[in-house]
């Protein structure tokens, strides 16, 4: 884990607004996680023994997040499939999927557990951004009920979406993202209809959140930045490093260069499958002229 605290960059414009809503800088930590994968068996589990292994890898998270907490960090991201690992068919993850809500809702998990149950695993997300007062971010897998009504509708009666969720600093669920570019190995997952373009402010700036492939693409990254003017772009990822121009670290940070933003990005680890490289990149020099 890294620590880290962005600069304020100095654009004009963005400098005010950071000046009138934010404090000018803050701490960040992200975190390399070595997912515990569940044993592949070709057949769905019981939903206990999908948490049993959630709670398994929770439990390194929760070391994370209080190491990260102790040392100031404001926020923390974790990686993307961080939490049940990506060795799935459309059937086998459904037992790790909970269904969870609109963040309009106004939902604290972790002191009304129950309201949308089951809900074990946002749960215990909340609580640890709770307990130790720090906004946390973690990627999960939602269900949505459908029906013949829909055409689209998948043949379980659900659509299934890989789903960043964050929890401020008191538990409450303030984002939750569908990722739209799904990587093609993801059939497990459903694309939502329309991207969503999901922000979120804070004490310590505004927000922005996508999901790993869907960097390369247009929408939602790029109109976070230039239309919504994020100060900072959370970015859970299992991302594999592909030379000579995919490696993680060399391609996020021009990301965010190009982009100017701050970008915290949370990588799975797995060498066997180059998975590897996690980054906090703060914009220091100033970029005037953005032209998306
Ligand atoms: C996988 O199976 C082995 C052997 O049955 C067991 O020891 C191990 O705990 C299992 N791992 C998980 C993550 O369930
Ligand atoms: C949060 O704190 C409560 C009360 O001390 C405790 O019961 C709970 O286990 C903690 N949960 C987490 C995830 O830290
Ligand atoms: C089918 O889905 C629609 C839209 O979600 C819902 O309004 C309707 O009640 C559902 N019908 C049944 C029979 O479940
Ligand atoms: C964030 O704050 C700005 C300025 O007050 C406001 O215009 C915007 O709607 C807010 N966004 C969210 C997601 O709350
Ligand atoms: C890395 O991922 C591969 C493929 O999913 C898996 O077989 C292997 O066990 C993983 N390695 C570790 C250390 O988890």
């Given amino acids: 884990m890294i620590m880290f605290q962005p600069h304020v960059y100095a654009t004009v ?20 996680h070595s997912v515990i994968l569940p044993n592949v068996t070709g057949r769905p589990v019981s939903s206990e023994e999908a ?18 907490a102790q040392q100031g960090a404001h926020i923390i991201v974790t990686p993307e499939d961080g939490i049940y690992g990506w060795v799935f068919k459309r ?18 998990p972790c002191t009304d557990p129950e309201r949308f149950a089951p809900a074990a695993v946002q749960e215990r997300l909340s609580c640890m951004a709770r307990n130790n007062s720090i906004y946390v971010v973690a990627n999960i ?9 829909d055409p ?9 979406y890989n789903t960043n969720v964050v929890f401020d600093s008191k538990g409450k669920l303030v984002a939750r993202y569908h990722k739209y570019n799904l990587f093609m190995s993801e059939t497990q997952f459903d694309s939502p209809k329309e991207p969503e373009i999901v922000t979120f402010n804070t004490s310590f700036g505004k927000f ?17 930045v230039s239309k919504l003017h994020v100060d900072t772009v959370l970015f859970p990822t299992a991302w594999m490093n592909v030379l ?37 990149f703060g914009i220091i020099i100033p970029l005037c002229v953005l032209m998306f």
């Avoid at 948490?51 to 990260?68: C, H, P, S, W």
């Avoid at 960097?215 to 109109?223: E, G, R, S």
Wanted: charged share 15%; glycine share 6%; aromatic share 10%.
């Fill in 13 to 32: 414009f963005i400098l005010s607004i950071l000046q009138a809503f934010a404090l000018d800088s803050y701490i960040a930590a992200v975190y390399e």
């Fill in 51 to 68: 948490l049993t292994l959630m709670n398994k890898n929770m439990g390194v998270l929760e070391g994370a997040i209080k190491a990260a």
């Fill in 91 to 108: 059937d086998t993850i459904f037992p790790y999927l909970e269904d969870i809500p609109d963040p309009q809702v106004n939902w604290i």
């Fill in 141 to 149: 897998g939602d269900k949505k009920p459908c029906n013949s009504s």
């Fill in 152 to 160: 689209k509708c998948p043949s379980n009666g659900h659509y299934q």
């Fill in 208 to 224: 922005g959140i996508f999901t790993c492939f869907d960097i390369l693409f247009h929408d939602p990254a790029v109109t976070l």
């Fill in 244 to 280: 000579p121009h995919l490696t993680a670290i060399e391609f996020h940070s021009a990301w965010a260069m190009g982009m100017g933003v701050n970008l915290l990005a949370a990588d799975t680890h797995n060498t066997s499958l180059a998975m590897t490289g996690n980054l906090l």
